[in-house]
């Protein structure tokens, strides 16, 4: 081959395995380059940690300029920095997590009487409460509550600094009681929930794709001291590229126990990680805490999300509660949007394009476009309702 032929044609990218995983590459990556990302927003870097006060954020959110460079500093630090960053306050009225949690408990407590009580993913069979689908479970008891409460704007703009729009939000509430294990540290999903053999399988490029299909989080539903096991992180680990494969091997793991650190959160705080993070729940050593979190999963509108959710249910729930919140300005137009982002469906396809075919465009009208044009035009609960469902029984095939 000569050396013109050479420059043109890639090289191969070699497969990951895990056996060729390494401590000592692991390390470089974690120390090599640690100040690239310019922080600019944050109040203060804890253990090399992006804190910021979200109060002045709102503010700021309503400047295009300065919204997409905050966005885009918390892309960077999701990708090249500690992987991790806080939302002080970004609930800074305690009515809409206080209701929420209320909810939540009645669901954990009903869910437990019928012998229905969740296992976790990570950690043994009762040592956490867990409730599964949590976004529609929450949206279909009390959409009231559900729509003060995902009213967000803040949430909005970090999983579109990820994510881009059309993003698909869905929780699950975590409960550690005093007492409670520690979860083992992990990956999360996608490739973080297949098997050493299964990741094996796939090319490089998608391993490196796997992390920016989903944005992680965590809403404070109490107040967090370290000792009551707030999620355990390893600043930088994201950026090894093998990590999908290493995380359950004992020395990765003997790394991480040894390494980690923990950030204490208040009530209402709001903490958002690459899902390529090593990281795990902490254990529960107080007495009385009983921590709860609302664990966010967000998910691109390019990938799949890990829960099948019934939204045009929660769009048909919330559609008179939006409508009434919108006619006694109740809520900002900003707010209103934050709550369809957080329950419609935003990405138009898959569809059946003989009865949904684009109009006006190169996409049919998503459920998102659909709940917002019903609210703009003041429908009726009726109208919206067989809109909804007619839209549903088009994308059919």
């Not at 126990?257 to 050593?285: C, M, S, T, W």
Request: hydrophobic share 40%; with cysteine; net charge negative.
């Amino acid at each position: 081959m000569d050396q013109q032929r050479a420059r043109q044609e890639p090289g191969r990218r070699k497969p990951y395995r895990e056996q060729d995983c390494t401590v000592d590459d692991f390390l470089a990556v974690l120390h090599d380059g640690r100040d690239a990302v310019q922080i600019k927003y944050a109040d203060e870097l804890v253990e090399d940690v992006p804190v910021y006060d979200c109060i002045p954020l709102n503010r700021l959110l309503k400047d295009a300029t300065r919204r997409a460079e905050l966005q885009s500093e918390w892309a960077d630090v999701l990708e090249h920095g500690a992987g991790v960053f806080v939302l002080k306050r970004a609930f800074p009225d305690p009515a809409s997590i206080d209701d929420a949690t209320g909810i939540f408990d009645t669901i954990i407590r009903d869910e437990r009487e019928a012998g229905s009580a969740a296992a976790d993913h990570f950690a043994k069979a009762g040592a956490n409460d867990r409730i599964w689908n949590a976004q529609q479970k929450l949206c279909l008891r009390a959409p009231s509550v559900f729509a003060r409460y995902y009213a967000n704007p803040l949430l909005v703009a970090a999983a579109e600094a990820w994510l881009g729009p059309c993003f698909q939000v869905t929780s699950q509430v975590n409960v550690v009681r005093p007492g409670g294990a520690a979860q083992q540290a992990h990956r999360d999903y996608h490739l973080g929930f297949q098997t050493v053999e299964q990741a094996e399988r796939y090319p490089a490029h998608v391993h490196t794709m796997s992390a920016f299909l989903t944005l992680q989080g965590a809403v404070a539903h109490s107040d967090m001291p370290v000792e009551s096991g707030p999620t355990k992180l390893l600043p930088f680990s994201q950026r090894y590229a093998e990590g999908y494969l290493a995380w359950r091997r004992q020395d990765f793991r003997n790394y991480f126990e040894a390494n980690y650190i923990q950030l204490p959160l208040e009530k209402g705080d709001v903490i958002f990680f690459n899902p390529a993070l090593f990281h795990a729940a902490g254990a529960n050593r107080t007495a009385s805490v009983q921590r709860m979190a609302n664990l966010l999963q967000i998910s691109s509108a390019y990938g799949r999300a890990m829960e099948s959710l019934d939204r045009t249910s929660m769009c048909e729930a919330l559609y008179p509660v939006l409508l009434d919140h919108l006619a006694n300005r109740q809520l900002t137009e900003a707010e209103i949007d934050a709550v369809i982002a957080s329950s419609a469906d935003g990405y138009p396809f898959p569809t059946n394009l003989d009865n949904d075919p684009p109009v006006g465009g190169l996409a049919p009208e998503s459920q998102q476009m659909l709940f917002a044009r019903a609210l703009r035009e003041s429908w009726t609960v009726e109208a919206f309702i067989a809109a909804v469902r007619r839209q549903v029984a088009q994308r059919e095939a």
